[in-house]
């Protein structure tokens, strides 16, 4: 349902949907029920001329289970949600997956910071490419993204992933993503982190195998480019 309005560009981004649907028409399915019986008991027991009201203490068993029935049941929905919900966190936030490649995340004010990995496929070496506002990668991979903030509280948001973590300042937190759509979509800031927080957007270009490499091998040429321009030092 979720999908109609936000595109699910991640592996997991389903799962999460599938949660949310499930609580909607859980939570849902109660309400109206509930609310059907209030309003019928309502018009059923509505005052009526030489009728008095009856005091009822709720005591007997044929009245309880008005109560602990809808109760018992609703603790069932409980425990199936709850069940779903450890399911999914454990396969978004504790069980970490095979990298294909990793990412680095920085969250500043104010601005996302990328560093990807260049020719040799990984990060913190001399050909890593490093971006500003713009996340690049390649559809169906595995990435782990390491993510570290500067200053203040960020939190890194993409909605099609379906992931909001926050960038805690002084830590790295590792996690994964792998989309599975192409595309560009938002980044943004999801946690308050100043004055400029509403003008950190960032995007996340999703492209085939072909076209990433091409950014890969564009990019590696400009830093040649920018390399062999700089005067050599005497």
């Not at 454990?90 to 490649?101: F, W």
């Not at 994964?176 to 980044?187: A, L, R």
């Amino acid at each position: 349902m979720i999908e109609h309005y936000v595109v699910a560009a991640s592996s997991y981004a389903r799962d999460i949907d599938g949660l949310f649907d499930l609580i909607f028409w859980l939570v849902g399915f109660w309400f109206l029920l509930a609310e059907g019986v209030f309003f019928y008991l309502i018009f059923r027991f509505r005052a009526k001329k030489d009728v008095k009201g009856e005091y009822i203490t709720g005591e007997k068993k044929s009245e309880m289970r008005w109560i602990s029935w809808p109760h018992y049941l609703v603790l069932a929905c409980d425990v199936v949600i709850v069940i779903m919900a450890v399911r999914v966190w454990m396969d978004v936030k504790q069980e970490l997956p095979q990298a294909d490649a990793t990412v680095r995340v920085i969250g500043q004010q104010w601005a996302w910071a990328f560093v990807h990995p260049g020719a040799d496929g990984k990060i913190d070496t001399a050909d890593d490419i490093e971006t500003v506002d713009e996340l690049r990668l390649e559809v169906g991979k595995t990435y782990h993204y390491r993510l570290s903030a500067r200053d203040v509280l960020h939190s890194f948001s993409v909605p099609v992933f379906r992931l909001k973590q926050d960038a805690i300042p002084g830590r790295e937190i590792v996690g994964w993503f792998k989309p599975i759509k192409t595309g560009t979509y938002d980044i943004q800031c999801a946690e308050m982190c100043g004055i400029g927080h509403a003008l950190m957007p960032a995007r996340v270009v999703i492209e085939d195998a072909a076209q990433h490499a091409a950014w890969v091998a564009e990019q590696s040429q400009h830093q040649v480019a920018s390399l062999s321009a700089k005067p050599s030092a005497e």
